[in-house]
């Protein structure tokens, strides 16, 4: 197959973006999409195929309208720029799904699926719609297709709008599978269904309340804690702790929707306070800019934030 060079001329500011730190972000550009870069002078030239080329060019042209326009150009701009060009291409990426390209849509979630695959601890905090979960299941199923893991396990505490399991009619299994719905909805969305239920089928993928979890210890598994503000401190640390040789772990929530009797025992900003910083884990915090459901989503959460910071109007 030719790999025909192609010169794209750029200006010095742009040209120096698309290089990145040491070459840093020419090097997952040329990772992504299979080509090579070079930096002649006046721009860049883009060594590939004809389909890597068309996908580096987007995503250089949108590191260099970036830098242009007097932005900074980090790392996780780029694996946008490379995630916007791949889905756009139709192209694949690392993660090997039915649903085609996994792909980061803001910086918030480049960020995100960066410190997933760095850290062994990643807490994703933010308003509902911004992917912390959806991409959690994508990682995680991406590790399972590979072998990296033996098992994709997701828990979620038993509390939500005040409702409890026990409630809810059936035996167990019946009991627990409509209040997982979100969890297994993103699962058939990301592997298909019948893939999904072989590997359930196979004890590969377990979605199960907290309280499934105690005496337990986790090895070689991706590990999903969701809804993680209606966990206890107690919960919470036990959780973490179940965490065995070979696992990662990734714990999600809103911490503006916490359904607790009381908001104060929530386990999850208690442990984010002690545990940021600590060696091996790392806190993504998702904004209202985050938010990839329907444009209105973002503007409720805006609306929520706004009347959250003011103070509260007299009484009449």
Same mark, same amino acid.
Request: no cysteine.
């Given at each position: 197959?030719?790999?025909?060079?192609?010169?794209?001329?750029?200006?010095?500011?742009?040209?120096?973006?698309?290089?990145?730190?040491?070459?840093?972000?020419?090097?997952?550009?040329?990772?992504?999409?299979?080509?090579?870069?070079?930096?002649?002078?006046?721009?860049?030239?883009?060594?590939?195929?004809?389909?890597?080329?068309?996908?580096?060019?987007?995503?250089?042209?949108?590191?260099?309208?970036?830098?242009?326009?007097?932005?900074?150009?980090?790392? *996780?701009?780029?694996?946008?720029? &490379?995630?916007? @060009? +791949?889905?756009? #291409?139709? $192209?694949?990426?690392?993660?090997?799904?039915? !649903?085609?390209?996994?792909?980061?849509?803001?910086?918030?979630?480049?960020?995100?699926?960066?410190?997933?695959?760095?850290?062994?601890?990643?807490?994703?905090?933010?308003?509902?719609?911004?992917?912390?979960?959806?991409?959690?299941?994508?990682?995680?199923?991406?590790?399972?297709?590979?072998?990296?893991?033996?098992?994709?396990?997701?828990?979620?505490?038993?509390?939500?709008?005040?409702?409890?399991?026990?409630?809810?009619?059936?035996?167990?299994?019946?009991?627990?599978?409509?209040?997982?719905?979100?969890?297994?909805?993103?699962?058939?969305?990301?592997?298909?269904?019948?893939?999904?239920?072989?590997?359930?089928?196979?004890?590969?993928?377990?979605?199960?309340?907290?309280?499934?979890?105690?005496?337990?210890?986790? *090895?070689?598994?991706?590990?999903? &804690?969701?809804? @993680? +503000?209606?966990? #206890?401190? $107690?919960?919470?640390?036990?959780?973490?702790? !179940?965490?065995?040789?070979?696992?990662?772990?990734?714990?999600?929530?809103?911490?503006?929707?916490?359904?607790?009797?009381?908001?104060?025992?929530?386990?999850?900003?208690?442990?984010?306070?002690?545990?940021?910083?600590?060696?091996?884990?790392?806190?993504?915090?998702?904004?209202?800019?985050?938010?990839?459901?329907?444009?209105?989503?973002?503007?409720?959460?805006?609306?929520?934030?706004?009347?959250?910071?003011?103070?509260?109007?007299?009484?009449?």
């Amino acid at each position: 197959m030719s790999r025909t060079p192609e010169f794209l001329p750029l200006s010095d500011t742009a040209v120096r973006a698309v290089s990145g730190p040491s070459g840093r972000h020419a090097a997952l550009i040329e990772d992504a999409f299979k080509v090579l870069i070079e930096t002649p002078g006046g721009g860049v030239t883009v060594i590939g195929d004809v389909k890597g080329r068309a996908g580096a060019k987007r995503s250089i042209g949108l590191l260099a309208q970036r830098a242009d326009a007097g932005a900074d150009v980090a790392e *996780a701009d780029v694996r946008v720029s &490379v995630g916007q @060009a +791949q889905t756009a #291409s139709g $192209l694949i990426s690392g993660k090997n799904v039915r !649903r085609g390209a996994i792909a980061p849509k803001t910086t918030g979630q480049a960020n995100y699926l960066e410190a997933l695959g760095r850290h062994d601890l990643v807490f994703g905090v933010g308003p509902a719609g911004t992917g912390k979960t959806f991409l959690a299941v994508a990682h995680g199923a991406g590790l399972l297709l590979r072998g990296d893991v033996d098992r994709l396990i997701v828990t979620r505490p038993a509390v939500e709008a005040g409702e409890r399991l026990g409630f809810l009619p059936g035996d167990l299994t019946e009991k627990v599978d409509p209040y997982m719905a979100p969890v297994w909805e993103a699962l058939t969305d990301i592997m298909g269904a019948e893939q999904l239920r072989r590997r359930r089928d196979k004890g590969e993928i377990e979605v199960a309340p907290i309280a499934f979890m105690r005496g337990r210890t986790l *090895a070689r598994a991706f590990i999903i &804690v969701d809804e @993680a +503000q209606n966990t #206890s401190k $107690l919960q919470m640390k036990m959780v973490l702790t !179940r965490m065995g040789e070979g696992s990662t772990m990734a714990v999600t929530g809103d911490p503006t929707q916490i359904d607790l009797p009381n908001p104060r025992d929530s386990g999850l900003a208690h442990a984010i306070s002690i545990l940021e910083g600590v060696e091996g884990v790392a806190v993504s915090r998702f904004t209202a800019s985050d938010v990839v459901r329907h444009p209105m989503v973002e503007r409720i959460v805006k609306a929520y934030d706004a009347d959250s910071a003011s103070p509260p109007a007299p009484r009449v």
